[in-house]
């Protein structure tokens, strides 16, 4: 069996720290590990629409916003099929069909869903499409076989959901020669990379919640945003012992610090395990650990604003390397588009035999 990936976002603004820790750093490296036959990162313009119907303007503008930071963040368009959805009209035919898969109950218990419905004050009125965003998902993830689904922890509901499509869609229509594959979460290993908090210690970062660190902020915006971080409310005097506990500054050091940062930049300690000790005994200052996660956070960040520069001059390019992304993905989806519908023997005018016997019933009349 083919090794496939398949990922996205949603273009609804640029790309922050939480997508690179818990999905974006992840797929550059899995790009490069040359263990994939394919990789498809999609720009989930559709699914964005399905919660901002009234603001189309905000979705097309940020598709380039998305699509400069994958190529900024690593992804290479050379190794990784980089496509937008609305352009693959095959997945909405796909999600169609998928929709008789899926019972109106099993959709209102999807977590995932529920929460973004109370954040989006949707309880009163849900739109259909957003409510339904999960059935296009799987039609997303199964268009090119994918195996593998790199995703952050709020994601899990939808792939559990992609794979009872698949069960059901294969017992029903191909129980002899499965049509559909059976895909696999890749979560991040790291408790803090699975769900990054924002900067203000609440929710989830998320670009719908304005509490994000961008990977494309200036060097001056991300020092501005880490120094006001939330940390420990009780941790007034340098001397008090500190809380690690819900402290959003050490979350961001366990998904970010390494030993060798340590060196380089705090060499009071040798690893995070240190410090965090020295804090919770009290002695150690919030400013000392902010500078430190400061330091780590430019650093990594550098390089990507670096190429986004350069990719900045190049605008067209960007959408050409989409356009080539999408009609190759528009291929593989037609391909797997036209398997459902002869395993749901939809396809009647490809059935040269279905022809045939129906001539032969009508003969005697
Ligand atoms: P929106 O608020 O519009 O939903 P978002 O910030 O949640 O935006 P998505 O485009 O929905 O971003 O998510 C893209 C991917 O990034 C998903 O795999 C998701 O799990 C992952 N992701 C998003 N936010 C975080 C986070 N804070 N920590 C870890 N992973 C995240
Ligand atoms: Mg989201």
Request: glycine fraction near 4%.
């Amino acid at each position: 069996m083919s090794n496939i990936i398949l990922t996205g976002d949603r273009p609804t603004g640029r790309l922050h720290i939480g997508h690179y820790v818990g999905s974006l750093r992840r797929r550059v490296e899995l790009q490069n590990s040359g263990e994939y036959d394919k990789i498809y990162i999609m720009i989930a313009d559709a699914q964005a629409l399905t919660d901002n119907v009234d603001n189309p303007e905000k979705v097309r503008q940020n598709i380039i916003e998305v699509a400069l930071d994958y190529v900024s963040a690593g992804l290479d368009p050379a190794k990784s099929t980089l496509f937008i959805q609305s352009q693959i009209s095959e997945l909405t035919e796909l999600t169609f069909y998928y929709m008789n898969l899926v019972t109106v109950s099993r959709l209102q218990r999807n977590p995932t869903v529920k929460n973004e419905i109370q954040l989006r004050n949707f309880e009163a009125s849900i739109p259909v499409g957003f409510f339904t965003y999960p059935i296009s998902q799987a039609a997303d993830i199964t268009f090119c076989k994918a195996n593998v689904v790199p995703v952050g922890e709020d994601q899990l509901p939808m792939i559990e959901q992609t794979k009872e499509i698949v069960h059901k869609f294969n017992s029903i229509y191909a129980p002899e020669n499965p049509v559909l594959v059976d895909p696999k979460a890749l979560i991040p290993e790291a408790e803090a990379c699975k769900r990054l908090p924002g900067t203000d210690g609440k929710a989830k970062m998320s670009k719908s919640l304005g509490n994000c660190i961008y990977l494309a902020d200036s060097a001056d915006e991300v020092r501005t945003k880490i120094m006001s971080m939330y940390t420990d409310p009780l941790h007034l005097q340098v001397s008090d012992p500190g809380h690690l506990e819900g402290n959003t500054v050490f979350t961001y050091l366990d998904a970010f610090a390494r030993d060798e940062h340590f060196e380089r930049y705090c060499s009071d300690y040798a690893n995070l395990d240190e410090m965090k000790a020295h804090y919770t005994k009290g002695g150690l200052g919030d400013v000392k650990v902010k500078k430190f996660l400061n330091n780590i956070i430019q650093e990594e960040l550098e390089p990507i604003r670096e190429r986004r520069a350069a990719y900045e001059k190049d605008i067209p390019e960007i959408y050409n390397i989409l356009k080539r992304g999408s009609d190759a993905a528009r291929e593989v989806a037609a391909q797997t588009l036209s398997e459902v519908k002869q395993a749901m023997k939809i396809d009647y005018f490809e059935d040269i035999e279905l022809i045939r016997a129906q001539s032969e019933r009508y003969k005697g009349f």
